[in-house]
């Protein structure tokens, strides 16, 4: 593979998920992806059978992103650092590729090999990360006080705010852009979900976490 | 208007309805409404315009459910039963219009009429009304507690778990037809957002009306 070919394969890829986020995946066509890079078509076609297979690239490049950031440190306990590190990352992904939460179910329903493994992904991979997460969180005691049986409900919830808050936030306000503010505004509702559990002792360092992303 | 025509207005909405439900809003055109119901193209465009316009009408009527169930008595004290009967009605909307939940942000788009009326609708009653619903159950004081400034941020979260709980479990578990059994997962969700704001001498009756909803 000549080093010309990975460059554009590469330019491809990283400017269709800037057109996606900022106009939306159904009204950019791979025209559209041509033109702004200012190749031709079939130079496209050459990476690329479709525009499917470029949103099926972002997402793998997604779902690494996630596997190489939400990892549990081996070497040491978990600490409250790392769920505000975790919660970051989450929201950082959101807003990096955005364009494929704005309506995931229509993406996944047009893309069956991105169902697929977006299906295996949450299923084998995210949920018990974050459930395992989580166990670790309560083990140290000090910060979340949950039975084993709110476990799975609440991190299903904090699972669901994530992941459709920019949806959420879209069809709410139709007339305001999703900006770095949204993101913000849905980390503070993650927070909110977690704050009844935190254990009292560890109340001012949460408020004082919460505080990092008031208005 | 004869007879005749109101009858056949509302069948293309009920049937329309029935056929978004089932097969999705996306796949359904104003041929197979006509087709389904046995009448001529011309005769359902004597009615509407355009499938928008059905769909319009169907989000009225959803408005309107929401809007007769979910009043304030005002000949008594609210009391937990009421809460109960709030999440029915919530998930029941949801059930009876499904549809218009497995893409809400792309249904929206399609639809600027729809748009504007449900923006009105969720910002200027909706809210209101759910927070307000808060407010009094907190007041009970009986069986929830929690301060003013955590109201807002618990009202949009269980508003985010209804309002998505469809395209969660559509994401989630492609191949698995949304059912009534949805909706009971839903309100698990939601009761286990209240849970830890439930007083201790309520928690029995809490307990009670969870097993209601129970696998």
Partial sequence: MSKT??????RIILESL???N????????TNHI????????GNLYYHFRNKEEIVYQIFLQY???INERLTVPLDRRMTVDDLVNYLDTAFLAMWQFRFMF??????????????????????????????GHFREFIKLGLFLK???????????NIWLVVKFWFAFEQTAWPDAPITEESSRRGVRQVLSLLKPYVQDDFMPVFEQLAARYAD
Same sequence: chains 1, 2.
């Avoid at 900022?22 to 066509?29: F, K, L, V, Y």
């Fill in 5 to 10: 070919r990975i460059k554009t394969y590469d």
């Fill in 18 to 20: 800037k057109l996606f």
């Fill in 63 to 65: 779902r690494d992103f």
């Fill in 146 to 156: 949950m039975d084993e049986a709110d476990i799975e409900p609440i991190t299903l």
């Fill in 34 to 41: 041509a033109a702004h890079l200012g190749i031709s078509p």
């Fill in 22 to 29: 900022e106009q939306g995946e159904r009204s950019i066509t």
């Fill in 102 to 131: 704005y309506d995931l179910p229509g993406l996944l329903a047009r893309n069956p090999q991105m169902q697929s493994d977006y299906h295996q992904f949450v299923h084998s991979e995210l949920k018990d990360i974050l459930a």
